[in-house]
């Protein structure tokens, strides 16, 4: 407990510098908090104009972080995201140069608007944490988190992610317009006067509070419900609504248990807890299984989403009540021993 107790006021010292700059988007910006924590990338949909971009710039600039924005283009090619060789008529020499993913947090702006070969580069250094050029390996920076951006407005002239690539985001958030009185302050505060950001956090400190979210303890029972909500998206049937089998293709895989999992540690421990409990499991699930979910072509014919049917399954599998019951017991064993 006294790590969380210490790691809780650098992360509400983090939130408040960039809250400073950000209006509103609270969910949203606690989502980037937790896959910086989590160590995951993160797939945002949401029309132009809300704030993502200033958001990830803020954040990098309060942690003392590189940032880096990427928008992508039908023309773009792997070599303008990962890097090349380039030839020097001087010294008759090849030198490397790196491209713009060697950042610390990466903005990759309109995702759906490159070519497939150009998302499998992008993917393969979120999975890989390195590129190879000429043969030669080069580790991105750590921390390394890739914020990628999708237009839902827009269909002309993109190219949907594949399925399988997708699941390579640890979670996926929709980010809805502010409302009037947000919309207000943000007017305010963008005609007024520039409001200077000062760090707060270093990397270090950044890499500090990963390890502290990773001990962050998960009861066995939240595990096990974790598995009974993914096993659920592919056959609901093992939650007693066969009815929607017919709506699902294709259901989370096993990424999905594993980034339900490590997420909720990220949000219990922004919560100020080292213990993870239901709530945190139930609150991030959403963002977590929603893209992971292929539905078939009845399900789009009929307008039905993923977050209905996730709410539905839900609905139906009771979270665990006592999740620190097995925890509690055993630290009651080792004060008996002792």
Do not use: W
């Amino acid at each position: 407990m006294n790590a969380a107790i210490e790691s809780a006021p650098l992360m509400e010292r983090v939130l408040f510098e960039v809250k400073r700059v950000v209006v509103g988007q609270d969910r949203f910006l606690e989502r980037v908090m937790i896959a910086m924590l989590a160590q995951g990338h993160l797939l945002v949909e949401g029309v132009p104009g809300l704030a993502k971009t200033l958001t990830v710039k803020t954040l990098a600039n309060a942690v003392q972080g590189s940032f880096k924005r990427i928008q992508f283009t039908p023309d773009l090619v792997p070599a303008d995201l990962v890097g090349t060789r380039i030839f020097n008529q001087k010294t008759s020499e090849f030198s490397t140069s790196l491209g713009p993913v060697f950042a610390n947090l990466l903005l990759a702006d309109e995702i759906n608007r490159a070519p497939a070969k150009v998302q499998s580069a992008l993917l393969e250094v979120m999975q890989e944490k390195q590129v190879t050029i000429a043969g030669e390996s080069h580790k991105v920076p750590s921390p390394f988190v890739v914020m990628a951006t999708q237009n839902p407005i827009e269909t002309e002239g993109t190219y949907p992610l594949p399925e399988a690539q997708v699941d390579r985001f640890m979670m996926k958030v929709l980010v809805d317009y502010p409302s009037a009185d947000e919309e207000f302050v943000i007017v305010q505060r963008v005609t007024g006067e520039r409001i200077d950001l000062a760090p707060v956090a270093s990397l270090a400190d950044l890499e500090a509070l990963q390890q502290t979210c990773q001990r962050v303890y998960v009861d066995p029972a939240l595990i096990r419900y974790a598995v009974k909500l993914v096993a659920a998206t592919r056959d609901p049937s093992t939650c007693g609504l066969g009815e929607l089998r017919k709506f699902i293709t294709y259901g989370s895989s096993p990424r999905g248990t594993i980034g339900l999992i490590e997420a909720s540690r990220a949000l219990a421990l922004m919560r100020g807890r080292m213990y993870v409990l239901s709530d945190d499991v139930i609150d991030i699930a959403f963002d977590v299984l929603r893209h992971r979910i292929v539905l078939s072509y009845e399900a789009v014919s009929e307008g039905i989403t993923p977050d209905q049917l996730l709410a539905k399954c839900m609905a139906k599998i009771t979270a665990p009540v006592k999740p620190m019951q097995s925890k509690e017991q055993e630290l009651a064993v080792a004060e008996k021993a002792a």
